[in-house]
Structure formats: structure tokens, C-alpha cells
């Protein structure tokens, strides 16, 4: 459910009169600095967040599997060691950065899975391989749902759509440039300074990361709130940011309830919603939707089918285009459609997955049949962005059980993928993949009446009670545009339904 706002056409004229200075807040100018320097950041940090964690498979097919005598299913292995770390810091990362600035924590995350990622140029054995990608999985893991949790401390519903799938996009556009980096690097690099091109990957990657870590230290601000963070070392908040634009950049969110705390009362709040049981489930199979191209299937078969080491790298690209426009065409789908819903978005994806299963399983060797499925299997990703800002939305009243929630989508995702890629994707299913096709079918299914379900209840919360706009007594700015509030409001009670 996509909040619709008003016409913005006049925005850029008016302003908000801050109290006692007289000062301006352009709302145009601000939202663009918003976008300048908060989404700048996690999307640069989730794209290199992709371009090591997909590197690790670029590197396998690339002569890693070779070099340390790789067998079986140790490429699957390595990547359950990857999710089990991820899984684990998932949580704690998400309630870090609530006590923490996330400047300082997800810049220090940051740099130390860039580190790692240049330990992983130096390995030797499987053993090694395993050790690396679980405290790689550590860090990493505050990136994506963190993220998600930032933005919607930053952006209204009407525009989270397009923001949250600008970020997820980043990710898959980090996958692409990985393929294509590899195979560039393995023919300019490959044996230079008695280093394997695949080695090389992993201190390209280092460097690329470094900067991104330095830049999110000094220019990343954070969230909205009343917080010392601006005048620590290094911060620019205080810079980029007035006090005004700040008051305001919290006001103009929906209402908070700013009584409750991270304390042992976030459990109840937590349990006793729907909110967190039906998010987790509903990710946990829309994560499981992805599991031919999560689990590098296509990559896998065609190695099996013997196209050669570019292909091998630049092929599996496809998925990740089609990941990145269908995510971008749900997003302008839910923010510019007046009757446009989250579920609709979630029952296309199911359909769409379930084709998939049915055309692999069809023909699994016929090079068009395999292409168009693994392909069309990329619709799955705009599940990232709809989901997750489907929960910003819904749990956007209580900070420390959106925190939770978030959090907790991507580690049952997690925690189920790790066997569950075991079970019906390992490697020595290539090239028919026929469990995996009945466990997509599956998933599919499942997920399309998961968010139907998590529709019904969200009109039935919406019938319970009336939004109220936003405001901390710390904030309130006088002379503000009343004609606003009372727009957002009529707007507010037209999309309950």
C-alpha cells in the first residue's frame, strides 16, 4: 500500500518557517541533499557489498576450483559457512545501530569486510575459504536490512518505493560489474607478479572498497535524529545539514510513539504483532524465490555445458539486468498508480517464479528453454524493495520493532537458506535441477497467499485506527503550511483502504 502524495509541482516554492530565526526549510532542496548524501552512501556500500560477495563465485569458476582442488559441493559449503555469519550478525547489526551511529558502525563494517576480502587473495584451502566468508558474513550482514531501516527513518511512504529499489539495485548492478571486472582482470592480470587473475579480483575488490568505508565516515549523516554524531571527528552532518532542515527531515515522517525504548519491553511489543511472524515467513519464501540465481545456477551450468571462462563470468549479467529494471518498474508501479498495492507486486513475482520452475524442469538442456528461464528468473529481485518497504511502512510507529522485524526478514531468510541450498541447489544437480524446481513451485505459491494474508491484516489494523501526522514537542516549527498537514492527512485516510 504506497501512500499517493500530492502534486509536488509547488513544492520548490514553499518553505517551512523554522521557530525564532525565521530561516527557511526547502522541502525540494532538502529531500535532495537526503538523496545526495544518505542514499549516495548505502547504495555505494551495498554495490561493493556485491561486487565481493559475488566475486567469491566469479573467483570459483574463474581458477579458484582448480588452484586449491575444490570438489563437490565445497562451493556450497562455503557459501552456507557465508550465510550462517550472516545470519548471526543480522540481529545484533540492526539494534547496533541503534545505539551506535550508523555512520561510524556500518563505515567500520565496511572496511573490515574489505580487509577480509583482501585476505581471501592470500588463500590456500578449503578450510581458509570458510573461515573468511563466515567473518566476511559478519560484517556484511549490517548492509541490507540496516539500510533499510535507515531509509525509512528518512523518507515517506510515497517515497520509499522508489528509494528502496534504487538501493536493492545497486546490489544487482554490483553483481554485473563483478562478472565483467573478472573476466577483465583475468586477461590483463592473470600471472602478473606471479599472481592468479582470480587472486587478483580479491585486491581489486580491497580497493575499491576502502574509499566507499572513508567516504561513508565523513559524508554519510546518519538518521534524523537530536544526536551529537554531527560534531564528532571527521562528520560533515552539521555541515550538510541546518538544525531546521533536520527538525523537519523527522516531522515530516509519520507518527512515532517516542516513549518506547530499547529495553526488555521491545519483546512483548514484538510478539505480540502480527507484523513480525508474517514479514519473516513472507521473506523467507520470497528469499527462497531467488535460489537459482542466489545459488549461481546458471553460472553452474555453464560450466557443466562448456562455454568458456567469459561467458561463464558475462552470461549470468542477464539475471541481474532484469533484476534491476523489474525492481525499478515495480517501484514507479507502486509510487505513481493510485490503486496501486505491495501484494499486487507479490503475486506478479509468484506467477513469474513459477514459470520459471515449470520451464527448467520442462527442458533443462535446451540452451533457449535454460536462458529465458534463469533470465526471467531475475523478476524475482523486485521482491527485495517490496517487501522490505512494505514493512517500513507497516511497522513505522515503533522504531525498535521495525529494527527487529527488518532484521529478522533477512535472517530467517538466511537461516533457511542455509541448508535449504544444500538440499534442492547444490552443485551436483546441475544441469537438470529438478528438486529445485518443486521446492521454487513451492515457495512461489506459498509467498503469493503469505501477502495476501499480510494484506487482510493490514486493513484491518488501518480500520483500528487514524494516522496522525507527525510531530515531537522538541520540533514543532512555527508558521508551518497548514494546507500541508491537512493534504497529507485526506491523503493518509483515502489510501487506508
Not at 544441469?431 to 505459491?445: D, R, V, W
Request: aromatic share 14%.
Amino acid at each position: 500500500m504506497a501512500k499517493r502524495g500530492p502534486d509536488e509541482s509547488h513544492e520548490s516554492v514553499k518553505s517551512v518557517q523554522s521557530e525564532g530565526n525565521g530561516s527557511s526549510v526547502n522541502k525540494r532542496y532538502l529531500l535532495f541533499k537526503i538523496d545526495l548524501f544518505v542514499l549516495s552512501f548505502v547504495c555505494l556500500q551495498y554495490w561493493i557489498n556485491y561486487v565481493d560477495r559475488v566475486g567469491f563465485t566469479n573467483a570459483y569458476i574463474s581458477g579458484m576450483q582448480e588452484a586449491l582442488q575444490l570438489k563437490d559441493d565445497d562451493l556450497n559449503v562455503t557459501n552456507t559457512c557465508f550465510t550462517v555469519g550472516y545470519i548471526i550478525g543480522m540481529l545484533p547489526n540492526n539494534l547496533l545501530l541503534l545505539v551506535i551511529p550508523p555512520r561510524i558502525w556500518l563505515s567500520f563494517c565496511t572496511l573490515s569486510w574489505g580487509i577480509l576480502t583482501l585476505g581471501m587473495s592470500q588463500v590456500h584451502t578449503f578450510g581458509q575459504c570458510c573461515a573468511i566468508r563466515f567473518f566476511q558474513a559478519l560484517f556484511e550482514s549490517c548492509t541490507f536490512s540496516g539500510t533499510h531501516l535507515i531509509l525509512g527513518s528518512w523518507y515517506k511512504e510515497s517515497e520509499l518505493p522508489i528509494r528502496s529499489a534504487i538501493f536493492t539495485s545497486s546490489g544487482l548492478i554490483g553483481s554485473m560489474f563483478s562478472g565483467f571486472m573478472q573476466v577483465k582482470i583475468y586477461n590483463d592480470l592473470n600471472g602478473r607478479y606471479g599472481m592468479s587473475g582470480w587472486r587478483w579480483l580479491f585486491v581489486i575488490d580491497f580497493c575499491i572498497t576502502c574509499p566507499i568505508a572513508l567516504y561513508g565516515l565523513i559524508f554519510f549523516p546518519g538518521v534524523p535524529e537530536k544526536t551529537t554524531d554531527g560534531k564528532n571527528w571527521l562528520s560533515m552532518k552539521t555541515i550538510i545539514f541546518t538544525d531546521q532542515e533536520l527538525q523537519y527531515a523527522r516531522r515530516r515522517l509519520p507518527a512515532r510513539d517516542e516513549s518506547l525504548k530499547l529495553d526488555w519491553s521491545v519483546i512483548p511489543r514484538v510478539l505480540k504483532k502480527w507484523h513480525w511472524y508474517l514479514f519473516s515467513l513472507v521473506w523467507v519464501l520470497g528469499g527462497e524465490n531467488l535460489s537459482f540465481a542466489s545459488n549461481s545456477t546458471f553460472a553452474l551450468w555453464l560450466h557443466n555445458q562448456g562455454y568458456s571462462l567469459s561467458h561463464r563470468n558475462n552470461y549470468p549479467s542477464g539475471i541481474f539486468a532484469v533484476g534491476v529494471l523489474s525492481t525499478l518498474l515495480a517501484a514507479v508501479y507502486l509510487s505513481k498508480f493510485k490503486r496501486a498495492r505491495h501484494w499486487h507486486v507479490a503475486i506478479f513475482i509468484a506467477v513469474a517464479m513459477c514459470i520459471v520452475a515449470i520451464m527448467i524442469r520442462a527442458n533443462p538442456l535446451n540452451p533457449n528453454v535454460m536462458f529465458t528461464a534463469q533470465y526471467l528468473g531475475g523478476i524475482g529481485y523486485a521482491g527485495q524493495a517490496v517487501f522490505f518497504a512494505w514493512a517500513n511502512v507497516v511497522c513505522h510507529e515503533d522504531l525498535q520493532e521495525r529494527a527487529i522485524v527488518l532484521a529478522s526478514m533477512n535472517m530467517f531468510s538466511g537461516a533457511v537458506n542455509a541448508w535449504w541450498s544444500l538440499v534442492f541447489y547444490s552443485a551436483t544437480t546441475t544441469p537438470h535441477f529438478e528438486k529445485g524446481c518443486y521446492a521454487l513451485m513451492a515457495t512461489a505459491i506459498a509467498s503469493g497467499i503469505v501477502s495476501v494474508l499480510i494484506r487482510k491484516c493490514q486493513i484491518r489494523d488501518y480500520g483500528k485506527k487514524q494516522q496522525l501526522a507527525y510531530i515531537d514537542a522538541n520540533d514543532i516549527i512555527e508558521n508551518d503550511d497548514e494546507d500541508d498537514d491537512e493534504e497529507e492527512q485526506q491523503i493518509q485516510q483515502v489510501n487506508v483502504v
